[in-house]
């Protein structure tokens, strides 16, 4: 997978993430995955597909993402309920647009899905025939892995 | 014993939300997530604006004006919703009172679709992720005029 897909989503990441959580956000160093992988509790997936297709999910463990609501909304979310996931899923549609934009800029061209969210334990993701970049961002409230997996339509 | 006149007052300003009348702009908020429309009520109640109802989807959005029309001041419209989008919501709610007040609210990325809905006759716009600056200012704007 060409490095360029993910640099808009890292970008946009911070740029989301530091606008909505109001702090300190950092950037871990980016890492490639061929195989399947674990997914840490919550994860959100929007799905891509035109000139390039593929997936990112937005992966990070459960006390995060409760953290992370309750960072946005400005009020103590404690449980997995309906407005913890619109707010997570709202984040990921922030993140995705902005870096959509950039790459629509670069000249690729292709739709979104909607975000969909998952939470589990023990959960895993595969993609076949495409590696996946991973890049963990810091935040105040927990870490979140962008997990890109995007190749060229062949 | 002190009456209300013995004390300062410190904040003379009249909230944002209220007409000249002294009444609360009456705001109808169309979108489905959760999250968002709950981040604008907030942002609005706090300024004194009324939030009359918030409308999961378009076609629901679309029922409503009309339901509440005249007793209505403003629009927020999400564009990317199931049943129906903002931008064919934003289309039957001019077909129907040409001068409705409709704020499209978008994701960044979709400036067609935004220019399309100011084209087809949104009054402004305000791009995600939103803060109370920023949407105080475009529904003043909008009301203003």
Known sequence: MRVEYINPFVESAFNVLKEVLQGDIKRGELYLKSTSM?????????????????????????????????????????????????????LANMITAQAVTKLHELGFRFDLTPPAIFTGDNMEVSDQDVEALIVPMETPQGKIEINVAIRERG | ???????????????????????????????????????????????????????ADGLEGYEKYKELYPNIDLVTM????????????????????KNAKVIMISALGKQ???????????????????????VLERLQSVLGK
């Open chain 2, 112 to 134: 067609d679709l935004v220019k399309q809905a100011l084209v087809a006759g949104a009054k402004n716009y305000i791009v995600k992720p939103l803060d109370r600056k920023k």
């Open chain 2, 1 to 55: 014993m002190k009456t209300k006149d013995d004390f300062p007052s410190l904040n003379e300003r009249k909230p944002e939300g209220m007409k000249p009348d002294g009444t609360p702009w009456r705001v109808l908020i169309v979108d489905d997530s959760m999250f968002v429309a709950k981040q604008i009520t907030q942002i609005l109640t706090s300024e004194g604006y009324q939030v009359v109802h918030t409308a």
């Open chain 1, 38 to 90: 674990p997914v840490m509790g919550v994860a959100a997936l929007v799905g891509l597909a035109g000139d390039v297709e593929g997936r990112v999910l937005f992966d990070m463990e459960k006390a995060s993402a409760l953290k992370i609501a309750s960072a946005m909304n400005g009020e103590q979310l404690t449980a997995m309920d309906e407005l913890v996931k619109a707010t997570i899923t709202e």
């Open chain 2, 78 to 97: 999400d564009i990317t919703m199931p049943r129906m989008d903002g931008l064919s919501a934003l289309q039957k709610i001019i077909e129907f009172d």
